[in-house]
């Protein structure tokens, strides 16, 4: 059981940058593939960025990829998202996420995914 706490949400203009933490607590966090998912009212839940257990693979979502960069320190068990060059449509509550699958076996889909912190708001305005 893998508990997720995310943190650093808030409010920025377009072209400003955020940094979002998950602190996980439980056993064995350090093999599990970590995602960050966002949301917006009235849709589903989109895939923005993973990362294999051993921080040495990543992927990315096209709308952010080349501005977010998914990071993990497994001695602190955190998982980060820095988010630079923001738009108003970045504008979500993020999730943090992790699988029990292995990197290769885990993709974009939500449903891939066992443990969900509970969200942080980001806002980004015009």
């Known amino acids: 059981q893998v508990q997720l706490a995310e943190s650093g949400g808030g409010s920025v203009q377009a072209g400003g940058s955020l940094t979002l933490s998950c602190a996980a607590s439980?056993?064995?966090?350090?093999?599990?593939?970590m995602g960050w998912f966002r949301q917006v009212p009235g849709k589903e839940r989109v895939f923005v960025a993973r990362?294999?257990?051993?921080?040495?693979?990543?992927d990315y979502a096209d709308s952010v990829q080349g501005r977010f960069t998914i990071s993990r320190d497994n001695a602190e068990n955190t998982v980060y998202l820095q988010m630079n060059s923001l738009k108003p449509e970045d504008t979500a509550v993020y999730y943090c996420?992790?699988?029990?699958?292995?990197?290769?076996?885990?993709?974009?889909?939500?449903?891939?995914?066992?443990?969900w912190g509970q969200g942080t708001q980001v806002t980004v305005s015009s």
């Open positions: 996420a992790a699988a029990r699958l292995g990197y290769s076996s885990t993709g974009s889909s939500p449903g891939m995914y066992d443990y």
């Open positions: 990362i294999s257990p051993r921080g040495t693979m990543t």
């Open positions: 439980g056993r064995a966090y350090s093999i599990y593939t």
